[in-house]
């Protein structure tokens, strides 16, 4: 049966979250954590009778990762890359980027992804490339059977990451996007962390900052 893609546009800067859910085998994995992403997951967990089978975060931004501790206590398993260590251990050194006021909260990463690995979850596989240049530990996740794909905050429709916050380098983010994104089959649907989702084969052709 085909995954099911609910997109969750949250706070504080309009961040999506993502939950994939298979209906049939009543569990979902979630893709990143704004604010309020955990009490929007666990009313769709009780509501439909899902369990929780992973957080993938596609790097460590606070405004990806503010409600990762709320999954953690929850028990939920979450998969980050080392090279972002410090930013979930220590989400305040980004403190002077972030919104005045917003407390954040260390995220405990229980499993860490490195580029090629594969990922079971709900009953596919998943496969994780390291795509860094907007952060040094961003990772897309590739549900390779479903055709789908998380490209955090590498490439949006019609723009890609800023690549000028700390740990960011544009030519990093060029070869990301060109080695690791344009090499997916055209049909794939990318779902980015900001904005609307877009295709491979749409931003190879029309993406002004990256050429195919
Ligand atoms: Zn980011």
Redesign the pocket.
């Known amino acids: 049966m085909a995954l099911e893609v609910l997109d969750f546009e949250l706070p504080p800067i309009g ?1 999506n979250a993502f939950v994939v859910a298979d209906r049939e085998r009543a569990a979902c994995v979630v893709v990143d954590a704004p604010l309020n992403a955990f009490s929007t997951v666990e009313s769709l967990l009780v509501r439909n009778g899902w369990t929780l089978e992973g957080l993938l975060l ?4 606070w ?2 990762t503010l409600d990762g501790h709320r999954f953690a206590a929850f028990g939920a398993r979450i998969f980050g890359h080392e090279a972002d260590r410090i930013l979930f251990s220590e989400p305040q050194v980004m403190n002077a980027f972030a919104m005045p006021g917003i407390e954040m909260h260390p995220v405990a990463v229980t499993d860490w992804v490195k580029q090629g690995d594969c990922i079971e979850l709900l009953g596919r596989t998943v496969e994780a490339r390291e795509v860094p240049g ?2 040094p530990g ?1 990772l897309l996740f590739w549900f390779k059977d479903a055709g789908i794909a998380f490209p ?2 590498a490439v949006f429709r019609g723009s890609v ?2 690549y000028d ?1 700390p740990g960011g380098d544009f030519a990093a983010l060029e070869a990301s996007i060109r080695r690791q994104i344009y090499t997916l089959p055209d049909e794939t649907r990318l779902y980015p ?2 904005g609307p989702p877009t295709t491979v084969a749409h931003e190879r052709a029309n993406n002004p900052f990256v050429r195919g």
Do not use: F
């Not at 596609?58 to 931004?61: K, N, Q, S, V």
């Open positions: 961040t596609t790097h460590g931004h405004d990806h907007h952060c961003s955090g905050d990451g800023r916050l962390g900001h």
